[in-house]
């Protein structure tokens, strides 16, 4: 049973007859890291609410975790979401502080007070700024910004984190170290995750599998699942499969059929 | 070039240009550039102003218009705040309410005494209705402004952490994030508030309006520029209150 599952979802634009998407299935399966990968515009955050359930596909269905699977796993059903949104632009509200931003997903979950600080503040020291808790949001870096994002996703405790290109505006040595945290998170917490980015070698360094957005309609045009093999920068796997999802993205046919560097070995 | 002042700079220029002013004026007066019948000099406005405060009339004429002015306050920026926050979030009320607001919206407060006589007679909710209905246009356009410039993204949000129904979007995104404008237009508000004062006091409530009426019915002129500056100092000590509201308020804006 996958966690999340989109079946033949089509999306069209104002309920006409112009699509965004279209003939979209794609399975989310527990502890997977899959990276949505496909060109700027392509349509990889519509499908991103479509599965969070803020946008209704025009056709097909999704089916997505429920509020309750938690109650199997030790805490109590109604405490914590089925499902957390990552912004790209990290959308805090300036009018709370950083621990209310937090905290403002377990706000109508039954929590009392003291409860809610204490998540809050444990999401907070997962992502590192414990000490930015009573600081205004405008006080902050886009980086720190982005970690409160990821925060107040986290606190909700969700089987399932949906990320839109949630390092995309920010500066290579920011988004690199805060992609090494979301490794480091991911894997103390278990978390599934859906990655959405246009950055390839983002996707190859993160993901367990990558799922290739493109065309117009967009369409799922390639999947690739990535080893710790194809994970080292620079190397012959790594840039084999850069070559690959280039190609998917283009909509060319897949050039990884015979590894040049095999042929070679052989 | 625009040459930036300091707080302190600032206070000093600023009480510098009243000091001119008024010298200015008492030299005006007392050289006979400006006749004494028609301008009395500010020297003279201390003896009027005593003789107003033995008599108790400032004392009660400041109670009384205080009481006016609270009143139509409370009840303008209430009703025009929360009508015009509704009228931002629900378009169907918008649209409803769209052509009614171009009805009444150019009508002065002025225009209604006749109507505050007629319905609630000479007392304090007349002249609490005429100074209501000024402050009331303040604040429904300006709750209405702050709510249509709500970030839509924050409705978004709202949704995905569990808050998108409509008084999610009320209590979460909608108060907080129109606040500032909100402040705004309770900050102007309260000095179209004072100006009507004397609108609904013409008829003949007791205040600093009709106190004002009065004087000028005497040619007193003394005593008229003395409410006039009363006028003014209540202003002044409302908005300076008033300061400390929105400062607490908008703590995150700072």
């Given amino acids: 049973m996958p966690l999340a599952r989109l079946d033949d979802v089509g999306l069209s634009h104002d309920g006409g007859e112009t699509f965004i998407l279209r003939h979209v299935s794609l399975n989310l399966h527990k502890g997977e890291f899959v990276a949505l990968l496909g060109p700027s515009g392509v349509g990889k955050s519509t499908l991103l609410r479509v599965l969070m359930g803020l946008s209704k596909p025009s056709e097909g269905s999704v089916t997505g975790p429920q509020d309750d699977v938690g109650a199997a796993e030790g805490r109590s059903a109604g405490k914590r979401r089925a499902q957390a949104l990552v912004f790209q632009d990290a959308r805090l509200m300036p009018w709370r502080s950083v621990l209310r931003n937090v905290a403002f997903g377990l706000e109508g979950l039954g929590l009392n007070r003291q409860e809610k600080r204490e998540r809050a503040l444990d999401a907070l020291r997962l992502v590192g700024l414990e000490e930015a808790a009573d600081r205004w949001p405008k006080r902050l870096s886009g980086g720190q910004r982005q970690r409160v994002g990821v925060a107040r996703a986290l606190t909700v405790d969700p089987d399932l984190l949906l990320m839109d290109e949630p390092f995309g505006a920010l500066d290579p040595i920011t988004r690199n170290s805060l992609q090494d945290e979301l490794l480091r998170i991911w894997q103390q917490t278990h978390k599934t995750v859906l990655f959405v980015t246009h950055d390839i070698e983002e996707a190859l360094k993160l993901a367990t599998r990558i799922v290739v957005l493109s065309g117009s309609p967009a369409g799922i045009t390639g999947e690739l699942t990535i080893g710790a093999e194809q994970k080292t920068p620079d190397s012959p796997a790594f840039r084999m499969y850069a070559a690959r999802l280039r190609a998917m993205i283009a909509g060319e046919p897949d050039p990884g059929g015979a590894p040049y560097w095999r042929s070679a070995e052989i | ?254």
């Avoid at chain 2, 629900?90 to 007629?118: E, S, T, Y």
């Avoid at chain 2, 303040?138 to 949704?159: C, G, H, K, Q, W």
């Fill in chain 2, 1 to 254: 070039m625009k040459a930036a002042l300091s707080r302190r700079q600032r206070v000093a220029l600023s009480g510098f240009g009243l000091l001119v002013f008024f010298g200015g004026w008492e030299a005006a007066v007392r050289t006979g550039l400006l006749p004494s019948g028609m301008v009395p000099a500010p020297s003279s406005l201390w003896q009027a102003w005593l003789d107003e405060v033995h008599g108790g009339f400032w004392q009660q004429a400041i109670l009384d218009s205080l009481s006016h002015y609270a009143l139509g306050l409370l009840f303008g920026s209430v009703l025009g705040a929360l009508i015009g926050l509704l009228c931002g979030m629900v378009p169907v009320l918008d649209a409803f309410l769209a052509g009614i607001v171009h009805l009444l919206r150019p009508v002065p407060g002025l225009a209604w005494v006749p109507f505050a006589i007629l319905w609630f007679g000479l007392n304090t909710s007349g002249a609490t209705f005429v100074i209501a209905i000024s402050v009331f246009w303040i604040n429904f356009y300006a709750a209405y402004a702050a709510v249509r410039s709500v970030d839509p993204e924050l409705y978004e949000l709202a949704s995905a952490f569990g808050h998108g129904s409509f008084f999610g979007r009320l209590f979460k995104v909608v108060l907080p994030a129109s606040a500032p404008g909100v402040m705004a237009g309770l900050r102007t508000g309260l000095g179209q508030g004072w100006m009507s004062v004397v609108a609904a006091e013409l008829f003949g409530v007791p205040g600093i309006g009709a106190r004002m009426m009065q004087a000028s019915s005497l040619l007193a002129t003394d005593v008229v520029v003395v409410y006039m500056l009363t006028m003014a100092l209540l202003y002044a000590v409302t908005d300076f209150l008033f300061g400390f509201v929105r400062l607490r308020v908008l703590r995150w804006q700072a």
